[in-house]
Structures are given as C-alpha cells and as structure tokens.
C-alpha cells in the first residue's frame, strides 16, 4: 500500500492530518519528521507555516537534500501556503522579510505574502473546474501570490482571474490553505493522482461539507507565518 507522508516540523499540521485522515485508511498515513521517513513515502504533504522555518527546519533534520531529490524525481507533492513557496523554482524579492531557500520542483515565481500581512488575509471562493463546477471555500492566510508559471505546469485553480493553484503531474501547490475549510475535494484530487485504491470507500462524496455556517474563521494568530 502506498504510505501517504506528512511533513511535521512546523505549521498547520495537525489539521493536514485530520483532513487526510478523513479520506485515508489509517496506516496509510505517517509524519514525516527525518530522512528516514522520507525513505517509506510515497507522496509527501508540504504544510503551511513558515517557509522560512521550515527550510531551516529541513537543513537541520537533514531532509533537505534528499528530499528536493525526491521531489525532482517526481515524488507526488500536496504544498500548501508556505509549502508552495518551497516547491517554487523562483522566488519574486519584495515579501519585506529575507526568502527561504526552496527546494524547487514547480517551474512558477512566487511572491512571498503577496496581499501584505495578518491583516489581509481573507477568505474568498476559488474555482477548481478539475474537481467540478461547485467552488472551493479558499482561505488565504499571509498568502504567497503566484507571478508567473512556466509549461508544463498548469494553472488548476483560480481566485477571479488570479492563479491560486497550480500542477505538473501529481505535484499540487495552492496558497489557500484546503486544510481550514471541510471540504475535502482537493486533498482527494491528489490521492486521486497517484494513489486511487487508498480512496476506496472513502469517496469526498461520503464527508460533505458541513454548512457554511459552521466553517472555520481565518485563524487571527497563527504562529509566526
Ligand atoms: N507568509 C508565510 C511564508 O512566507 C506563508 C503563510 C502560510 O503558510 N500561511 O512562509
């Protein structure tokens, strides 16, 4: 069976594992925290956080280098927020703070808290025609905005006119945060995209969405992002 993994030195962690533990059996998903575990997976989800920490983080751990490896050999990769900055192959100066160093795999330029700070955040509808024509409740935390994408990576999901999301095989990358809200379409998208069977007889149609009223707000405080 394939091993979903879970990158967890930092960020939105545990709310990645609730959504994947919605859709997956439970032995299909493990933390990935040394280069040991990046050994056992075979697809790997980048949180949210801080993708200055977290970058420091992956030096220290010794995750670095194998696994920007792994992912230039085509490890299937769900990057959120601050996962996306570190996938991106160029990073646009101007976010006010020094970047990180990425580990690239997604040919776009990204700008680093792209709308401004904490205070901008927001939440809006974003549209995925990949995973059909209802919207997809986008909540862009300190978001990194996407400048350029370059082929064969493809632009899957969009805030107005805006690319909010994009894919080149099974890596995906967004700067909303699919995590906060409880829709669980894109999370099973990717699983979709290289693991099919871990699905079965947990399609998202079994976990709708509860009622926009009972949505998560925007998180005010979160740590450092
Ligand atoms: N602004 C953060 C960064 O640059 C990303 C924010 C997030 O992951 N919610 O790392």
Redesign the pocket.
Known sequence: MTTIGLLALQ?DVPEHAAALRRLLPPEALTAVRRPADLERVGGLVLP?????TLARLLRETGLFVPLARRIAGGLPVFAT??GL?LVAENLSAG?GTPDPETLGGLGITVR??GYGGQAESFEAPVRIPEIGPESFPGVF????RILAVTAPVRPIAFRGEEVVGVARGSLFGFTF?PELGADPRLHAAWVASFAPELLRGKSPAATPAPPKGRRRPVPRT?AR?
Request: glycine share 16%.
């Open positions: 960020g949210g956080g801080e993708s200055t927020c601050a900055i976010s680093r808290n935390v300190r978001a990194p945060h979160p992002r």
